[in-house]
């Protein structure tokens, strides 16, 4: 880890969400209604601190801006994040309140089967915080959100529009369609198959329909897009530039992350002037080693793994 430089280097921002994590891995096929014998594990999550911590651990700069309670999973952590060397210190932390907390259910396949979300802080994030963090975000390469909070959202990219460039993940279908509207404000979006389906309303069911759906999205003002096509690759769509690119089947054990960590690829490939292609490479490299093991984020993550895994890959490309 990098340590005193990092102050004067350019550094990415990630806002806003992190999650106390609880995952329940079924050891046999898995059956509802009844107890499954398995593994249950903790871990720090949520889509934005994911990202934060992967960027960190490859040596990007970066900046993390959530809301905490004043509680001891909080503190943990913040005690994490210093470790692994990315900045919470500006995150919002409330008295009284509870720690977003995230439990989930991965069958044998490492499929998520059932999950529980107890996030009641979304209040406590208003536009005067926002503005107390002004220099902070205004100061960043690139900011990258979650589809969380989209009126926090909206009043961020309007207000900082050509400030910074804007990242976005929309996590989720029904997440995506709620910052639909503010697409044109976004250098790079980056939604898996199922989410630019809800925004287009038509199925990515082919490759045409994948090219379409880019255009459609390009044509908003989007400079970057990044469809997520699971086994079916990573399409990618500049303006001067189109194409899909696929890998290897990946052993998968844990899909949980592997969007998170393609977050950091983007962010690596732009702080570091890769190429577009490059920069998926990079990219879908660090999602293939994330849904490779069982936690959220890959423990033994690092610059070089990931380098040497990408080189390593046998690469499919197709050029549009």
């Known amino acids: 880890m990098r340590g005193v430089s990092h102050l ?12 106390y994590d609880i995952f329940g ?15 249950v594990k903790v871990s720090y999550g949520g889509v934005c601190r994911n990202i934060a911590e ?16 004043n509680d001891g999973k909080a503190r943990a952590m ?18 009284g309140a509870s720690t977003p907390t995230y439990m ?21 994030v208003t536009t005067g915080f926002v503005e107390s963090r002004a220099k902070t975000i205004e100061g960043a390469e690139y900011v990258f959100f979650g589809a969380d909070q989209p009126q926090i959202i ?7 529009q050509g400030k910074t460039k804007f990242v976005m993940d929309p996590v989720s279908g029904p997440k995506a369609q709620q910052i639909k509207h503010l697409l044109p404000y976004f250098h790079t979006f980056k939604p898996n198959r199922q989410e630019a389906e809800a925004i287009c309303g038509f ?16 044509g908003l003002g989007i400079e970057h897009v990044f469809i997520r096509l699971a086994e079916g690759g990573i399409y990618y769509k500049t303006a001067t530039e189109e194409g899909l690119i696929k890998t290897k089947k990946a052993n998968v054990v844990n899909v949980t992350g592997a969007g998170d960590s393609f977050n950091l690829g ?10 577009v292609v490059d920069t998926v490479k990079f990219a879908q490299t660090m999602a293939i080693l994330t849904i490779s093991h069982e936690e959220t984020i890959c423990p033994d993550l690092d610059l070089e793994t990931v380098k040497k895994a990408c080189e390593a890959m046998i690469w499919e490309e197709i050029v549009f």
């Open 78 to 95: 913040m005690d994490h994040a210093k470790k692994m060397n990315f900045d919470m210190s500006e995150s919002l932390i409330v008295d």
């Open 104 to 124: 989930a259910i991965l069958d044998e396949h490492g499929e998520m089967v059932s999950a529980v979300v107890d996030i009641d802080m979304d209040d406590y």
């Open 54 to 69: 992967n960027m960190a651990r490859v040596g990007l700069n970066t900046k993390f801006i959530s809301y905490l309670g």
């Open 266 to 275: 983007l962010g690596y490939g732009y702080i570091h002037g890769l190429s």
């Open 25 to 39: 891995f079924t050891s046999e096929k898995y059956r509802t209604h009844d107890s499954n014998p398995g593994v």
């Open 8 to 19: 004067y280097e350019p550094y990415l921002l990630v806002f806003v969400l992190s999650i």
């Open 203 to 218: 199925a990515l069911d082919s490759e045409e329909a994948v090219k379409k759906a880019g255009h459609y999205f390009f």
């Open 154 to 160: 909206e009043y961020i990219v309007k207000t900082f």
